[in-house]
């Protein structure tokens, strides 16, 4: 028999509306919620178990990060500042090129710090030129860490330089000729046709799942995934009962291209393409419009907020309210870019939650700490596929909790009638963190990570970081500079094209 392993915290938060239990244990069994009962009797029970006091402290269901990139060394440690995400998005690279597993480790550790228990990786490219091998060290760097993780395989097979892809041979042909063709040559590290990308979904399923970490298909993003391959990621996903994640309408000039594309509606064009329904998610979704939220809603598609990021990259800011007015089911993440450079996921939260209310006096109201808590943890773990109970302190749920103390968000006084709940969303902190368990093993406790030590794992990543820069030759920081010009004026020209300021009106009609 397995054995047990006791909890007693000064407050257990439970089910979907955080109810205070206090005075409860719980006990953990084969990694899941054997019971939650009286500490009194839980103690008093005889039979060897492992014992563990939290005093002053909650404990709650662990946090899932629903749209991240497991960039240890961010964009910004790498040596180049936010920008509109068009113009960002070419200096991906100039860090050369990067260990997807000592970044991805360092990434996760420093989430699991922040009482992350799950993830959702969102395609990322480190520059290998070889998509198996770049899953493989993704999800072996997932393993070892201990964090539950949804990783993507990225899609990509068009609109390369610019998007819509129409666009891009006008783009290229204003360009230097030895410019063009050295932009023309640059690919991520994605799949760009369908047979490929099956035959690889498959392999990593046999070689490089685990009972905690799954490969999932991550189209780039509709403007850059041709009909025909999101048409087979989407049947083939259904098929195998894998999520999708993409990246959705993050800017403005995304939604340009997109209203372009699919004049219809992103999400009506994708179902003439293949199921969509709550195995799909999209990561930013700042400007999609009524209709695509009720589709999202009727079908259990998953928005991730990215509050922090989208600020960053001057992308604007999502309707929050009115998606969950419209009954959207959203989740939150980090996006690797968060607004003070960490993995503080309580506070992009809260910053995202600070966002949501529109200015008009008559507009939906702002989600609530329950609900904002919600999407922090059973709504990013359903977006993540991690299973009907994840994301839930219930009985028979996995064992993936945070303990917080609450001493921190107290501070010198707080109001006696004041709900746990409420506390930790508006006061709580990565720095209130003591305990963060996945799947009934403890990852972190009191500042301590038991699986790695982070600060070996901080030399590697820095060192990885140092050898990727030292390795971009000059020619290529000239070609990003030459082509960040370039695209300020292409973008520039394309947005008054299409009537973007009286677009920008019309899209924010949409949302009321």
Request: proline share 5%; glycine share 10%; hydrophobic share 45%.
């Amino acid at each position: 028999m397995a054995k047990e392993l006791r909890l007693f915290p000064h407050v257990v938060l439970v089910g979907p509306e955080f109810e205070e239990r206090h005075g409860a244990g719980l006990s953990i069994i084969d990694g899941a919620i054997a019971e939650i009962a009286d500490a009194a009797v839980l103690r008093a029970r005889p039979g060897e178990a492992e014992t563990i006091d939290l005093p002053g402290q909650a404990v709650m269901a662990g946090f899932v990060n629903a749209h991240q990139h497991g960039r240890g060394i961010t964009q910004f440690q790498l040596g180049f500042e936010d920008d509109v995400l068009e113009i960002w998005m070419p200096g991906l690279r100039r860090g050369g090129v990067l260990d997807p597993y000592r970044q991805t480790l360092l990434a996760s550790l420093d989430m699991i710090a922040a009482g992350v228990t799950g993830v959702i990786h969102a395609n990322t490219a480190y520059g290998l030129g070889d998509p198996a091998e770049e899953m493989r060290r993704t999800m072996r760097a997932y393993a070892d860490s201990g964090l539950r993780a949804t990783v993507g395989m990225g899609l990509w097979d068009r609109a390369g330089a610019v998007y819509p892809a129409s666009r891009e041979p006008a783009f290229l042909a204003s360009l230097p000729r030895e410019l063009a063709a050295r932009i023309a040559a640059r690919r991520p590290s994605f799949c760009a046709k369908a047979d490929e990308a099956k035959a690889l979904m498959r392999m990593l399923r046999a070689e490089c799942d685990t009972d905690r970490v799954h490969a999932a298909y991550a189209p780039a993003g509709p403007q850059w995934v041709s009909d025909e391959l999101m048409a087979a990621a989407l049947r083939d996903a259904a098929d195998l009962g894998l999520i999708v994640h993409m990246h959705v309408a993050e800017s403005w000039v995304q939604y340009l291209a997109l209203r372009e594309l699919y004049p219809q509606g992103l999400l009506a064009h994708l179902a003439t393409l293949g199921p969509v329904d709550e195995r799909l998610s999209f990561g930013h979704a700042v400007w999609l419009g009524a209709g695509d939220a009720d589709d999202a809603a009727a079908r259990g598609v998953t928005f991730v907020r990215n509050a922090g990021s989208n600020l960053r990259l001057h992308a604007g800011v999502a309707p929050l309210a009115e998606y969950r007015r419209r009954g959207v089911r959203v989740a939150v993440g980090t996006d690797s870019f968060s607004l003070h450079e960490n993995e503080d996921i309580l506070g992009e939260l809260r910053l995202a939650g600070r966002l949501a209310r529109v200015p008009q006096w008559d507009g939906p109201a702002a989600p609530g700490p329950v609900e904002m808590l919600q999407m922090l943890t059973r709504a990013g773990a359903q977006g993540a596929g991690f299973g009907a109970s994840a994301g839930l302190l219930i009985e028979g749920a996995p064992a993936d909790l945070v303990a917080i103390d609450l001493q921190g968000p107290r501070g010198a006084h707080v109001a006696p009638a004041t709900a746990v709940a409420d506390l930790l969303y508006y006061r709580a902190g990565q720095r209130d963190v003591r305990m963060t368990m996945v799947g009934g093993e403890i990852l972190y406790r009191d500042g301590r990570h038991l699986r790695h030590d982070r600060d070996a794992v901080a030399a590697q990543a820095a060192e990885d970081a140092a050898r990727g820069a030292a390795a971009v030759t000059p020619q290529f920081h000239a070609d990003v500079e030459a082509l960040v010009a370039a695209l300020r004026d292409h973008y520039a020209a394309y947005a008054r094209e299409q009537h973007a300021h009286d677009g920008a009106w019309r899209a924010l009609a949409d949302r009321a």
